[in-house]
T-cell receptor, first 111, second 111 residues
Framework: NAGVTQTPKFQVLKTGQSMTLQCAQD?????MSWYRQDPGMGLRLIHYSVGAGITDQGEVPNGYNVSRSTTEDFPLRLLSAAPSQTSVYFC??????????FGPGTRLTVT | GQNIDQPTEMTATEGAIVQINCTYQTSGFNGLFWYQQHAGEAPTFLSYNVLDGLEEKGRFSSFLSRSKGYSYLLLKELQMKDSASYLCAVPILGAGNMLTFGGGTRLMVKP
């Protein structure tokens, strides 16, 4: 089993461009989430989903969009990239006991 | 709201014991988590405390005092591979099983 996979691993965007960060899981868990991690600020929740067709906003949702059409996939869309969105993005899957399994991360730079 | 504080950096010697503290403020409590994150990698789950007291798991132990809003992670017999960031986290109220994280404590283990 791959667990949680994310693509791409690295990405450079220009201000105003859009892109989608992919996240997929083969663990068959309902709860998935996206976090961003900036130096000294820990991880902050962007959006999350408690099952297919259900999404909700986290702590820092502005500038991001999500959808959940299947249990396996939870893509994160940047609508119009800004330098403030330069960060490392982690997708996570939550097991029933609250334990979260994180993907390897996507390192995004917006110039 | 929720607020989590932990020291930014700590240094310890190989073979020694180190205690990493975490204080939190939350209007409701549903457990406290510790994660380990090596540089350039994803966080990995270490422990989950929901009741007061000490939970031991090999060289790592985690303590919780709900009345004091306080937790610590105790690492014994330090090894060089324990050099990493240690993240304290609590569930976000009303956001399923999603977490809010402290800024992390970067531990450097020296020979």
């Amino acid at each position: 089993n791959a667990g949680v996979t994310q693509t791409p691993k690295f990405q450079v965007l220009k201000t105003g461009q859009s892109m989608t960060l992919q996240c997929a899981q083969d663990m068959n868990h309902e709860y998935m989430s996206w976090y961003r991690q900036d130096p000294g600020m820990g991880l902050r929740l962007i959006h999350y989903s408690v099952g297919a067709g259900i999404t909700d906003q986290g702590e820092v949702p502005n500038g991001y969009n999500v959808s959940r059409s299947t249990t396996e996939d939870f893509p994160l869309r940047l609508l119009s990239a800004a330098p403030s969105q330069t960060s490392v993005y982690f997708c996570a899957v939550t097991a029933g006991s609250y334990e979260q399994y994180f993907g390897p991360g996507t390192r995004l730079t917006v110039t | 709201g929720q607020n989590i504080d932990q020291p930014t950096e700590m240094t310890a010697t190989e073979g020694a014991i180190v205690q990493i503290n975490c204080t939190y403020q939350t209007s409701g409590f549903n457990g406290l988590f510790w994660y380990q994150q090596h540089a350039g990698e994803a966080p990995t789950f270490l422990s989950y405390n929901v009741l007061d007291g000490l939970e031991e798991k090999g060289r790592f132990s985690s303590f919780l005092s709900r009345s004091k809003g306080y937790s610590y992670l105790l690492l014994k017999e330090l090894q060089m591979k324990d050099s990493a960031s240690y993240l304290c986290a609590v569930p976000i109220l009303g956001a399923g099983n999603m977490l809010t994280f402290g800024g992390g404590t970067r531990l450097m283990v020296k020979p």
